[in-house]
């Protein structure tokens, strides 16, 4: 069921080092979406985690209604299908999902100034939110935030990664090669957006040659963007899984 803890007490920061210099809020964002092509799919999930300086956490989980039918890869993968999206029990049988136009306050609200992370950000979720917000006319800007990309990290660091042997590059397989466990909720937009901010800690703290400070981080994750060795979904109509 999705919950929401916006405005609550934020979560106490986790066991691992705090290695990421904030001097302001970076929020990490996923969403589970209709299917895979950033231009015509639709969100029917999302979660905002915001990570503060003091490492807490707050965490704002929404279900979406998209308007449209849910591809039956979508709904194999995210357990989500189309009545739940589109009808009575988006929201945990509570009451309908909303349109993302008009959840949009709260989240930009939430989203305030914050830089951005995520896994796969660059090439997927962020250009499927620029066009959903086009889509709905939500004013967003991403001028002025850094973007900090965890898969991108994985893909220039883990230069002996064997796909064929350790499988692709996804997000489960980050969290057990950086965190050593198995990803609970894999396809659950918090669980994903948690194990992000885990694998991203996990990284700094195995990689010390990273930049620790986000402009600097969001500059690397720039620079190497394009160095997506698995064949992941980018700003385009794709075929793999995240």
């Not at 009808?87 to 709260?106: H, N, S, T, V, Y």
């Not at 883990?158 to 980050?174: C, H, I, K, V």
């Not at 064949?231 to 385009?236: D, F, Q, R, S």
């Amino acid at each position: 069921m999705p919950r929401d803890r916006a405005g609550q007490p934020a979560r106490p920061a986790r066991s691992r080092p705090m290695l990421l210099q904030l001097k302001r809020p970076i929020v990490f964002l996923d969403f589970e979406t209709t299917g895979l092509d950033v231009t015509a799919d639709r969100i029917v999930e999302l979660a905002l985690v915001r990570l503060n300086p003091d490492g807490s956490r707050e965490a704002l989980v929404r279900p979406v209604n998209p308007g449209i039918a849910l591809s039956k890869g979508a709904t194999k993968v995210t357990g989500i299908h189309s009545a739940d999206a589109c009808g009575l029990f988006g929201d945990g049988g509570k009451k309908p999902a909303q349109p993302l136009r008009k959840l949009a306050p709260e989240l930009l609200a939430f989203l305030g100034d914050s830089d951005l992370g995520g896994f796969n950000q660059i090439g997927y979720d962020l250009p499927l939110w620029l066009n959903e917000c086009k889509r709905h006319g939500i004013t967003f800007d991403l001028k002025g935030r850094n973007l900090v990309d965890a898969k991108v990290i994985f893909n220039v660091c883990e230069t002996a990664w064997d796909r064929f042997l350790m499988g692709p590059r996804n997000l489960s397989a980050a969290v057990r090669h950086y965190c050593g466990r198995e990803l609970e909720g894999a396809h659950s937009a918090e669980a994903d957006t948690q194990a992000t901010i885990d694998v991203l800690l996990a990284q700094l703290q195995r990689h010390p040659q990273l930049p620790k400070d986000v402009p600097s981080l969001a500059d690397f994750c720039a620079r190497n963007s394009e160095k997506n060795r698995d064949e992941e979904p980018a700003a385009k109509t794709g075929t793999a899984s995240r």
